[in-house]
Structure formats: C-alpha cells, structure tokens
C-alpha cells in the first residue's frame, strides 16, 4: 500500500506522491536548530522525527535530499552574542558544534546540506526576493526603514493554520519597532538597523539591516531544493507564524506551491507543558548522558511514541526505554546464538517466513512507530517461545535477523558494537566530523593526524566517516 501522511496543509490523510520520484530525489526541508544556546531534547523530538521520515522513506526506495537550515541570526542570537560581548559568528560556532555532536548521540543521519542564514549566497537570494515582493505590491518599506510583508495582499494567508488572520485587528499596545506596520499580522522581512544590533548588518538597496527569520527559510529552501519541495517539517510551534510565513513569501515570489506535504511533530513535554527554552524546564542531551542514560536509549525514548501525539518526557520512560532496548539486545543475542549452531547442525528445509513487512506497513500508515514497535515485541515473544522450545531452525534465525538489519536501518537502537573506541579519539573524530561538515579540510587534516598519533585511523564513506586501530606503530 502506498505511503500516507498527515497533511497539516489539509489537515487530511493523503497518499504521498513526490512531485517527479523518477526523475530526483524527495526534496525535503526541515526547519533546523536557532544556535544560541544549546538545543534541548525537545528539539531533538523534532529532529529525530525527521530522521525516522527520511529512513523510512528510503527503506521504501526514495531516495531523499533534505535540507536543515541553521538559524544564526535573529534576535536571540544577537541578543546572546551582544550579552556575552563576543562576535555573532563566533558565539553561535560553539551551539552549532554542540548540535551536530548531539545530533550524532541521537544518531541522527546527517542532512545533505546544513546551510547557515548568514552564508552571503542566502544573504543575496533573501534581499532579492524581497526586493521581488515589494515590486509586487506584497511588501512594503515603512518609515523605521524595516520592510513588512503585506498579508492583505495573499489570499492564502492563514491557509496552513486554519484560521482567518486578515480579521485580526489592531488591539492594545504593539512592540514599539512594529508601530509603522499597516496590519498588526504584516510581518518583517528586512529589519533596519538599529544600536543593539551593533556590528551584525548587511547592505541592501533597503538600507542596512538583517533578515527576519521567516525570509531566511524561505531563501535558503528555494536557492537548495527549487521553487516546489515535497515535504516541509518542523514542530507544531513553526505552523504559525513561520511556516505561513514561508509559504506567503515564497509563493508570493515564485507563484508556485511551495510545499506538497507538511508534516509537524507534536511538542515534547515536561509535566503537560512543552518543554522550552523560555519555561526553564528542559533537558539537554549531556543532562541526560550525565544520569547515566546512552544516546541509543534517548533516541528510542523519543521515537517510540507516534509523532503527532504529545510525548511527556519522564525519568521512568527513559527507564522504560532501556528496558525495551535490552529485550531487543537480548533477543538478538539468541538469535545469533540459534543461527550459529544450528548451521553446524545443518537444518534442513527451514521454514522462515520471507513476508515480514507489517513493520513496515505500519509506518507507510502516517509513521505508526506504536504499530510498528508492537508488532516488533510481538515478534520476539512469538521467536522466543519458540527458542525456549528448540523450535527455531537456523534459516528462520538468520532470517530474522536480516529482517531485523533491514528495520533497524531505520530505527537505529542496536547497541554500538565498538565499545573500544577511547573517549579522547571519540572526541577528536567527533571534532574532524564537524570539521568536515564546514567543509574545514585543513582542520579536519589536522584532526586526522592527531587521532593518527593516538593510534587510529578515520576512513571516509560518503555515509560517516569509521573508526579503525592502526595497524602499525602509531
Ligand atoms: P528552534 O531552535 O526554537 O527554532 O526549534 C527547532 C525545532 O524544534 C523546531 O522544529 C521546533 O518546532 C522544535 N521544537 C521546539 N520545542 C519543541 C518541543 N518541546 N517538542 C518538540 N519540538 C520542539
Ligand atoms: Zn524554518
């Protein structure tokens, strides 16, 4: 059966038909991490949605494109930046560090691309779109010089989170840089320059200033993946007001749809609320390494429940994460035991059964994770029954196994098998990873020959880069 998603644009079921499958891959932009602290694990429910989509879409032969932007100027940053008396692109370099290394704890497959805001290229696609809105009558310059997107002017404003905001009217006090708006909802794009933003600006033809945020996706999604993408992701928090946003601006550019499906995750929780930066109530990845707990058991602790329903974030899933993951480690263990011996036994004619896809037709059914995993623990008690009675001929061990190399290329939870990796080479490969992903090649040789020095060698796949012992003296 073909693949379905929850469309938010529609707020209905449909089938997922990329715009040309054949001829390009699935084109996919997911609204990456604000760099100006560091991300929690309620960004990284998002983020590991996102990893589980592309998996499955490529488990079922897609191949994927996806784009993860990196938000480095906005006002938090500035803020952060101008508070800690550093340089923007200094200040935001140590959370986007931090970023990918917990990103590669979560195991979370690498985008293609990681394009940053304040990279020139988008710098210039951004100023020129604007300056196309506002040739269109869609923008405007008011008098503090910012430019503003006119929502008046799209029909379609307001499509994506359901509601009619064109009949929002002007009440109560609005911020004091947002006076010269025309319509309380017209949103920037282009923030004059002002004292607080001290040396953060670039020149357009509207004056000095910044991007706003929504215009940043925007340029950076069109310039990667074209006019249409297939598929857009975020949290249930970007539906409004960026994700509508996006589509006013860059529609109103290109006159194009801009996105075939969105997809949005439901929040993280942390007793009914959503964890946030802003509530003081959240979790980084080292605050939950430092209790003890592996990356491999946070990420099934965050991709075990279905993506649209509410995750409350507690000690005792986590707990409960490490408990499922060591009936899988256990089962595997038999499993290999079984396919072992009996082969030296040699069983003839073994039944093992070729058609175990209700894996993955549960996620074709809008990602059911909880299907999915339910028929996963349904089959190690069935398999396990059957091992407690020697009932389990090698072939079917060996099948099961395959089946579960096929689905674990999706989940991603078997425990690491190179326990041997010192901490310090870890760390250095992490490093030279990071390197590499800024295309840093002089560091990362740099890295290369330090971790050498300890022993080691790093091999480059196009997937990741692995780890060996050196086989001469080091
Ligand atoms: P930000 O860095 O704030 O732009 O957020 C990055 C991503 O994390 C976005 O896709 C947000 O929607 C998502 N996000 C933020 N808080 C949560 C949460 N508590 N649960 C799930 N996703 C979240
Ligand atoms: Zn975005």
Redesign the pocket.
Known sequence: MAIRFFNTYSREIEEFEPRDPGARPVRMYT?G??VYSR?HI??F??YVFEDLLQRHLELRGYKVHRVMNI?DVEDKTIRGAREAGTPLQKFTEQFKEAFFEDAHTLRIKGADEYPAATDQRYINRMIEMISVLISKGLAYQADDKSVYFRINRFPDYGKLAHFDLTQLQSTGRVKHDEYDKEHIGDFALWKAWDEEDGAVKWDSPCGPGRPGWHIECSAMSTALLGDQIDIHC??V??IFPHHEAEIAQSEGVTGEKFVRYWLH?A??LVDGQ???KSLGNFYTVPDVLAKGYTGRELRYALLRVHYRVSLNFTWEGMNEARESLARIDEWLARLREVAKENVQRSTSNAEHSTEKTTFEDALDDDLNISAALGFLFESIRETNRAMDQNELDAASASAWLDWWKRIDTVLDVEAETDAAIPHEVAQLAQQRENARREKNWKRSDELRERIAALGWEVRDTKAASKLTRRSGPG
């Open positions: 609204c991490p604000t991300a309620g960004n429910r998002a938000t975020g949290g928090d970007n995750c929040h993280l959503k964890m946030a």
